[in-house]
């Protein structure tokens, strides 16, 4: 079998992108550091059936997307442009987007701390046994880690953070890791950003949920609400404040003068006899008890029904059949 030359290698990758471009609307760009072939082969199986993945040199990738829009007129695909920046690749896919991205976060394998590289997080050394011999105590003296011997073993007294996030791995620490055994990175695809049908939006936007949405919806209509209220504006959201606050004025003029509306006579009233507000509001708390009377009557009544009706039904011998 004749091997393929790199330009038809390149000329099969373009076919390839464009192909997935045109069969697929949601992308996931994805960042690939320190992502292993055999960690990324069984990324693809686990995706396999309606997703496919694809990497490669982000210049081809680039030139691809820009020699598609061109001939096809799809110039949604060039939003995916400024993303291909790093060691990234994409996700191509048919299924749910929250589902997929949820999946590829799955195959994340431990690694160790290498010599030079940027620590993703902190790690810190617990306390407890080592299983080294006391030969060992020179790693941790220059770490400044307290120890002792115990039964003839190195052993860590104390909690004690050895590298912190953003830091590079020095060799003694990667050293001391090595020794203990510890493999404190995990590395996978971490989705960087989603593209769906054009539009390109955070991969956080996934983690939304129906509460989230109806929350956020809510605080915009107070916020347009405060603004048409401020600047006298008068929008669907702000017409019932509106016309409160007109009755609270024009009630206030009434109040003041000697001018009424209808709408105005009854509070008025109240408040040239306070009496008679204090008797509106018993005879609605009246109301309110009554009603909770009648209804507990009703139901002791029907208790006392089906007492009497169990007592004929049975003849006056007990349901277990003693008289």
């Known amino acids: ?13 373009d076919a390839k992108l464009c192909q ?5 609307t949601q992308i996931l760009v994805v ?7 055999t960690q990324l ?3 693809r199986k ?18 691809s997307v820009k020699i598609h829009a061109e001939n096809t007129g799809n110039t949604g695909i060039l939003n995916l442009m400024p993303l291909l920046q790093g060691n990234v690749g994409l996700i ?3 299924g749910d987007l929250k589902e997929v991205s949820e999946e590829v976060a799955k195959y994340k394998v431990g690694a160790p701390a290498r010599v030079g590289l940027v620590a993703p997080i902190d790690v810190v050394v617990q306390p407890g046994n080592t299983g080294l011999d006391p030969s060992q105590t020179s790693f941790f003296q220059v770490l400044n880690i307290p120890t002792k011997i115990n039964k003839g073993t190195v052993e860590i ?7 912190k996030q953003g830091d590079k791995v020095g060799s003694s620490e990667a050293a001391l890791l090595a020794k203990l055994g510890i493999r404190p990175f995990s590395y996978g695809l971490v989705v960087q950003s989603v593209y769906d049908n054009g539009s390109v939006f955070s991969p956080e936007v996934l983690d939304l949920t129906e509460d989230d949405l109806v929350q956020k919806f809510a605080a915009g209509i107070c916020m347009v609400t405060s603004l048409a209220l401020a600047i006298s504006y008068p929008t669907l959201a702000a017409a019932p404040h509106m016309f409160i606050n007109a009755y609270k004025n024009a009630l206030a003029i009434s109040v003041a003068t000697e001018y009424t509306f209808p709408q105005a006579e009854k509070v008025k009233e109240f408040l040239k006899d306070p009496s008679k507000f204090a008797v509106a509001v018993a005879a609605v708390s009246a109301d309110a008890g009554g009603g909770a009377s009648a209804g507990a009557a009703k139901v002791e009544e029907k208790k006392e029904v089906v007492e009497e009706s169990d007592e004929e039904d049975y003849g006056g011998f007990d349901m277990f059949g003693d008289e």
Not at 20 to 24: G, H, P, T, W
Not at 157 to 163: D, K, M, Q, R
Request: charged fraction near 25%; proline fraction near 2%; glycine fraction near 8%.
């Open 1 to 13: 079998m004749v091997k393929a030359t790199k330009a038809e290698k390149k000329i099969a990758y």
């Open 20 to 24: 997935l471009i045109d069969e697929f």
């Open 31 to 37: 960042a690939a550091d320190n992502v292993g072939s």
């Open 41 to 43: 082969q069984n990324i």
């Open 46 to 63: 686990g995706l396999r059936g309606d997703s496919v993945v694809l990497m490669g040199k982000n210049t081809m990738m680039k030139r």
């Open 92 to 94: 191509f896919t048919k």
């Open 157 to 163: 007294i104390t909690p004690v953070e050895l590298i």
